[in-house]
């Protein structure tokens, strides 16, 4: 496994907010980080997860698609009655 260094900057309260966490879990605050970080990642990288959310994304598409054909419909009546 590669080692990858990051360098943080965050504000003083979401740091003690991280160091009460830590200290909850038993950790120090640059393992909770790491723990939290792995975490994110690794459900970010949930294909299935991904899969999903896009197949929303086309649904949303495919409706906002028929949306706007009605619309486009309602116009051209529009159009024809004037």
């Known amino acids: ?18 160091e009460a966490a830590a200290q ?8 909770w980080i790491v723990v939290a970080l792995q975490s994110y990642l690794e459900e970010r990288a949930n294909w299935g997860s991904i899969n999903r959310r896009l197949a929303r994304l ?9 949306v ?5 419909r309602i116009e051209d009546r529009l159009d024809m009655i004037d």
């Open 1 to 18: 496994m590669d080692e990858i260094i990051v360098r943080l900057s965050m504000r003083v309260d979401l740091y003690q907010s991280v």
């Open 24 to 31: 909850s879990a038993g950790l120090s605050p640059i393992e």
């Open 58 to 66: 086309d649904e949303r598409v495919d409706l906002l698609d028929e």
């Open 68 to 72: 706007l054909s009605r619309l486009q």
